[in-house]
């Protein structure tokens, strides 16, 4: 909703109360009334500003006031201690709602009034008072006589009362106390009554610092003609233990002459200690809150480092097409469809996508269908409701947990047919109800899915719905096997045999070229995934500077020529091996480190194929 300021001002200084909108997001006031701004400066034409400079200490119940505004669309408060701009402490009620209406939702602007308690408490006192004085009291009697007087009529009203209540003449003696007062205070009316009240119950204040009586907010009742009220003082028991309290003290008048004061309290100890008690709670809640945040921070950036090895690794055509699609697509909101054989990393492009996505500060998550139970697939990402399908507690699904980020939907073809229709709905609608729930909520996600089998394949043979992969199928991207890019198995066994030795506290040994053509000539029917198996067992079984890998006799060719080779072709095998392990020998065929000893055959056997195949030196070195 666009904020027309000229109309805002308006409607702001038409208000009789200090009002202001506020836009929580950036702690900036929008604008204010002069009612406010006299409040909160002390100047009617002070210009609007950040709004936390008048919190101080206050700001995190502030913020905590906020959240429930955002939630009821309205609240108010009284803990949220206020400061002026020459930092003059302001006890103030505050009444918010979101300046639009409860449709801005969350982020919008609040509109705020600001009430001056003190200034409240001045008229209510008044009017208060105004009422004692036309109910009769304005016939009490001179001094003593008069609250003897008041006494006398009024015992059982006052002995009735729960609060504590005494009187003071003008010389600052106990007039008269009621029951409540005595039991409160552990005095008898005899220990009281015309003495100084003060000296015997308001001498010192909690720490243990001297409370003059002309500090006394009682004294300056009768003595300047104020009513106070008092929230945070202590009176003193006669077996010496203090009572918190709160207190109005109230002059009284004869005459229009000035008498005394009547003081009216209530003892706060056990509401005080469940404060007390609160704002630990509180401050332990908050500490755990800071704890848990730093052990998330720490622990994202333990992940991060764990996963490391995720980043993409090649060099190959096909590698740095796919990356060059990622770039693409993740700045976008697009549905991505990732299909690949098992371990060619297709969570790995999701992940990078998220990565590098407008959503990278949000959750990505992660829910692969052949993990779960057919029968738990739907409360898995839906949610259920506490009491439904025999839950104990509300629990959300993966849908609401990836709110604001990112869902990565792994073996799509897994996920029953009724559900992916339900998915369906819930991503069209933007929307999802949790399971024995009636109530919708809003849904902002970004999809990213993934099946084993070729999408055009697993549609046609009915594991998913057409109207789904429709949907879903806004950008595809295939994970190439890693047959299909030998070039890049050197760059990836090196990677992973760093990680792998660092993990088990070994020296990396040396990859050879004898290696490197061991691992391309394989077929990896697991792609990346046995790969890294393969790569940290050898670094296991590798108790020298060289590595040793273990892979299946039967090598990729034979695999693609039907599982048999020519005797032409064998020989060829033969003679490149022979010329491969010469050169990783450097033309040396005896020995420990000859080429014999790697090919595991006698010498003189060498010689003899080495002559028979006519292999020159030139064609090793």
């Not at 406010?36 to 006031?65: E, I, N, Q």
């Not at 595809?476 to 030795?501: F, G, N, Q």
């Amino acid at each position: 909703m666009a904020l027309d300021l000229s109309e805002t001002d308006s409607l702001l200084n038409a208000l009789p109360e200090a009002a202001l909108v506020l836009d929580p997001d950036t702690d900036r006031i929008v604008c204010w009334n002069s009612h406010a701004a006299r409040l909160l400066t002390g100047r009617d034409d002070a210009a609007p500003g950040r709004f936390s400079r008048f919190l101080g200490g206050s700001l995190p119940r502030f913020v905590v006031f906020l959240e429930e505004v955002h939630h009821r669309a309205h609240g108010w408060t009284r803990d949220v201690a206020l400061r002026t701009e020459d930092g003059r402490a302001l006890k103030c009620e505050l009444r918010a709602q979101p300046f639009g209406g409860p449709g801005d939702g969350p982020g919008g602007l609040i509109m705020v009034m600001l009430t001056d308690l003190r200034a409240f408490d001045q008229r209510t006192e008044t009017t208060e008072l105004a009422e004692t004085f036309r109910a009769g009291l304005v016939d009490w009697k001179r001094t003593e006589g008069f609250f003897a007087e008041l006494e006398r009529q009024n015992q059982l009203i006052l002995n009735a009362a729960g609060e504590g209540i005494y009187g003071v003449n003008a010389e600052g003696k106990t007039t008269f106390l009621n029951r409540a007062a005595q039991e409160m205070l552990g005095w008898t009316a005899e220990d009281l009554l015309g003495k100084d009240i003060h000296s015997m119950i308001h001498h010192h204040h909690l720490n243990g610092e001297h409370y003059p009586s002309q500090e006394c907010p009682i004294y300056r009742s009768f003595r300047f003609e104020q009513v106070n009220r008092i929230e945070d003082e202590v009176f003193w028991r006669k077996d010496g233990k203090p009572i918190m309290v709160e207190y109005v003290s109230t002059p009284i008048y004869d005459q229009k002459l000035l008498v005394g004061a009547v003081v009216i309290f209530r003892d706060i100890t056990e509401r005080k200690e469940n404060e007390r008690r609160l704002r630990e709670a509180l401050d332990e809640v908050a500490g755990l809150r800071d704890r848990l945040e730093q052990e998330n921070a720490y622990l994202q950036e333990a992940i991060s480092t764990e996963r490391a090895h995720h980043d993409i690794i090649g060099n190959s055509p096909l590698i740095r097409q796919i990356v060059a699609r990622i770039d693409l697509v993740a700045k976008t909101d697009a549905t991505v469809f990732i299909t690949g054989e098992t371990g060619t990393g297709k969570s790995l492009i999701a992940t990078e996508i998220h990565k590098t996505s407008g959503r990278a500060r949000r959750p990505l998550i992660h829910f692969k269908c052949s993990s779960v139970a057919p029968e738990d697939v739907e409360v898995e990402l839906f949610g259920v409701r506490g009491g439904a399908g025999g839950a104990l507690r509300d629990r959300p699904g993966k849908l609401e947990l990836a709110h604001g980020g990112t869902l990565f939907i792994d073996d799509l073809d897994e996920m029953p047919l009724e559900i992916q229709g339900r998915l369906l709905h819930a991503l069209q609608t933007r929307t999802v109800t949790r399971l024995g729930d009636q109530r919708e909520k809003p849904l902002d996600i970004r999809v990213i899915a993934a099946s084993a089998a070729p999408g055009d394949a697993a549609r046609r043979s009915g594991r998913i719905r057409e109207d789904l992969f429709l949907f879903l199928s806004v950008f595809p991207i295939t994970c190439p096997p890693l047959r299909d890019r030998p070039e890049d198995i050197p760059l990836l066994a090196a990677h992973l045999l760093k990680i792998a030795c660092r993990r088990f506290n070994r020296p990396v040994p040396v990859i050879t070229e004898r290696v490197v053509q061991q691992l391309q000539a394989y077929d990896w029917p697991g792609n990346v995934r046995e790969l890294h198996n393969v790569i940290e067992r050898a670094a296991i079984v590798s108790q020298d500077a060289k590595l040793i890998v273990e892979l299946a006799a039967a090598p990729a060719e034979a695999v693609r020529h039907g599982g048999f080779q020519t005797e032409a072709r064998m020989q060829e095998m033969v003679r490149s091996n022979i010329v491969a392990a010469l050169r990783e020998a450097g033309g040396k065929v005896s020995g420990p480190n000859g080429a014999a000893a790697l090919l595991q055959i006698r010498p003189t056997t060498l010689y003899s194929r080495i002559k028979s195949f006519g292999i020159g030196e030139e064609e090793w070195r």
